[in-house]
């Protein structure tokens, strides 16, 4: 069973994400779109997900879900986008995949974020030391990835599969 799980993000966090669908999904193969565009035409299932800033998703993820949106509606689908503010996850899938696709996702969820500042520089490190900042003056634990969000994706479109 070919499954397709297409990420896009910038310091590793969708891949990661990715990797560990992908663990739970054999047959799963997954793509970086910043490196390849693969036609989701050509598997049975297809996952998309990429990382969230300032509340966009990765452009590459977001035009993958534009361009193939006939595509991803006609097979088991799935998304999920990685950011810092789980709890706005909700809303950044409603503002970045189209609505038909939203609707007819197995799952559409948030798997969590990471905060690490060894692997980005300049502008986008000040960013994050201000979130970070601002988490730790709530006393919010650093976000993570989330592992039961990442099982629950995986087992939705499994279940969509077998129909
Ligand atoms: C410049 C910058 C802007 C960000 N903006 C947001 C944001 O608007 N909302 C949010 O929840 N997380 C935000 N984040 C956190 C990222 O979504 C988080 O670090 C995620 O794990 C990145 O995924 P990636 O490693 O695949 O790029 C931002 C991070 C950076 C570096």
Avoid: W
């Avoid at 997900?49 to 097979?75: I, P």
């Amino acid at each position: 069973m070919k499954i397709l799980i297409a990420v896009a993000g910038k310091t590793g966090t969708a891949l990661k994400c990715g990797a560990l669908l992908a663990r739970l999904l054999p047959g799963a193969e997954v793509t970086d779109l910043e490196l390849d565009c693969p036609d989701p035409a050509a598997y049975e299932a297809v996952i998309v997900g990429g990382a969230v800033r300032m509340g966009q998703l990765h452009r590459k993820a977001r035009a993958f879900l534009e361009q193939n949106e006939a595509t991803l509606l006609a097979r088991p689908f799935g998304c999920f986008v990685c950011c810092a503010f789980a709890e706005r996850g909700d809303e950044y899938l409603r503002r970045n995949v189209p609505p038909a696709l939203l609707a007819h996702a197995a799952a559409a969820r948030c798997l969590g974020g990471e905060l690490d500042p060894k692997r980005l520089n300049g502008m986008s490190k000040f960013v994050i030391g201000s979130m970070a900042r601002s988490m730790e003056k709530e006393a919010r634990p650093a976000p993570a990835l989330d592992p039961a969000a990442v099982r629950e994706l995986a087992a939705a479109v499994r279940t969509e599969l077998d129909r």
